[in-house]
């Protein structure tokens, strides 16, 4: 059995088709995924945040101290380990003021805002991440009157907005 001219051609055009549709498809589920990321990296900062922030209180005088002891030349053959740790520790403390300025904005919008909701959108995240007393989305609940779940709905809602505040204009799905 032989295929004509026509019949192959017809073949090839679906085999394309399909192929593309495909591709289409992965390029999709490849943002999709792009922008999940992005949302867990933030809920990541913000689960984080109270130990990334006592480092970086920590950080300040650690510098201090392996710049003295650099200065002094006691590593001799380990300054190359030093520096990378002085490297670490120097991201840290810029990833520490970026995410309280970007916190202090997403205050801002919050306070600043007619809806109620988006003033109990900033507390639920400011207690339960942020504040030196950690309190339970139970706890929080409580306090705004609401189930346990629409504190963490509140924290979705919040991650979407922190996301285009930290990432900016990569964070938005076209």
Request: charged content about 40%; some cysteine.
């Amino acid at each position: 059995m032989t295929l004509k001219e026509n019949e192959i051609e017809q073949v090839a055009a679906v085999a394309v088709r399909t192929a593309l549709e495909y591709l289409e498809k992965e390029r999709e589920s490849q943002k999709k995924l792009k922008q999940d990321r992005r949302l867990r990296n933030i809920k990541l900062l913000l689960r984080h945040y109270r130990s990334f922030k006592m480092h970086y209180e920590a950080t300040k005088e650690d510098l201090k101290e392996l710049d003295e002891y650099l200065e002094l030349d006691e590593f001799g053959d380990n300054e190359l380990a030093i520096e990378a740790i002085k490297r670490s520790k120097k991201r840290t403390a810029s990833m520490v003021k970026f995410i309280d300025k970007m916190i202090g904005i997403f205050k801002i919008m919050c306070e600043q805002s007619e809806k109620e909701e988006d003033k109990r959108i900033y507390q639920s995240v400011y207690y339960l991440y942020i504040s030196e007393v950690k309190l339970s989305a139970k706890d929080i609940s409580e306090r705004h009157n609401t189930d346990p779940r629409t504190v963490y709905k509140d924290v979705e809602k919040a991650c979407k907005t922190l996301s285009s505040l930290i990432f900016g204009v990569d964070s938005i799905r076209f």
